[in-house]
């Protein structure tokens, strides 16, 4: 819950950085790249604070279990249908929007199996947060090829580069925080690098292509 109210002036930012980019007003593109900087730098440092509240081992033994679904599957008896099975992935931060929002502003777009991933927990996303990102998305792909707006208009006003740029490294490194995250909180209590992420997500794809691709979007 911190990390997304840390990032809601960025929202707030993308939504005006489209009207700049309408407008061609250089320094408010500038001062939105440099909000959603901040709050990604932030978002950042929040998750940094982990290890200061909660260990490791008490973490994977003892709460992860509540996040990691039911894929055997389970019954609720009493219901209309008490003998079928249902199962669940589970809590993922993947069912959060932040971070596919800022992706879109920033025009990356992920691929592969990473990509068929998160878009199939996007159901798992609240409807508003998933038509927030399509009513976004169209907005910041409108030019004739589709690409993203705002990656025309900083490749077509260098004066932007620099804060576009910081944008990227920043998400980067929200990223990266979060592999190392994953790997004291999951990977080295389970003595297992290949395991499975909160949600069913796979540790190896889902968590380093990211990265590798949010950084081939600098420009």
Not at 79 to 105: H, N
Not at 142 to 155: A, G, N, P
Request: with cysteine.
């Amino acid at each position: 819950m911190r990390i997304e109210l840390a990032a809601a002036p960025g929202i707030q930012a993308v939504v005006d950085c489209i009207e700049a980019i309408k407008k061609d007003d250089q320094q408010e593109v500038m001062r939105c790249l440099k909000i959603v900087t901040d709050c990604i730098s932030s978002m950042t440092g929040i998750m940094k604070e982990m290890y200061q509240e909660c260990n490791p081992s008490v973490f994977y033994n003892k709460l992860r279990v509540f996040f990691s679904g039911s894929k055997e599957g389970i019954q609720y008896e009493g219901t209309e249908d008490p003998d079928t099975w249902r199962t669940y992935p589970g809590a993922s931060g993947v069912q959060s929007s932040i971070i596919p929002l800022f992706d879109i502003f920033l025009g990356i777009e992920l691929e592969g199996g990473t990509k068929s991933f998160l878009d199939g927990m996007k159901i798992r996303m609240p409807l508003e947060h998933r038509q927030f990102l399509t009513d976004i998305k169209n907005e910041y792909k409108k030019d004739e090829f589709s690409h993203s707006i705002l990656r025309t208009y900083v490749q077509l006003h260098s004066c932007s580069k620099d804060a576009y740029n910081s944008c990227v490294i920043a998400l980067v490194a929200f990223r990266q925080e979060h592999i190392d995250l994953v790997t004291n909180y999951i990977s080295k209590p389970s003595n297992d690098t290949a395991t499975e992420g909160t949600g069913g997500s796979s540790l190896k794809i889902f968590l380093t292509k990211p990265i590798e691709k949010t950084e081939s979007f600098k420009l």
